[in-house]
């Protein structure tokens, strides 16, 4: 038997509002891929930071949610940002190397 609709029988809020954490996530997103600082590899971390700030703005939304388990997930939110912002940026790194090997040559030669 198939069933006509079948989108219709657990609709999707379309207009779900985005809760402060996730709204700062997702303009923190923004701004690292502005800048280039996004690449495919990061996309599990991506997500995760991603469903830790829905999961924090559920919490902090139900009254009923332990101060504890509010806590513990800020703490684990903060920590996963952490990794996604303090990933170095390989090509300062890469011309910092270039110019370090330059003026090893350039004092081996003396020129």
Known sequence: MIVANQDTLFPIARNRSRGRYR??????????????????????MIALCRGLADELDAA???????RYTRGTLAGRYQAALTCL???????TDADDLAGLLSAIRHERTGG
């Open 85 to 91: 912002l303090a990933r170095p940026d390989g090509m």
């Open 23 to 44: 709204r700062g996530y997702d303009e923190t997103l923004k701004a690292l891929r502005d800048l280039g600082r996004v690449e495919p590899v990061d996309a599990a």
């Open 60 to 66: 902090t939304g139900d009254s009923d949610e332990s």
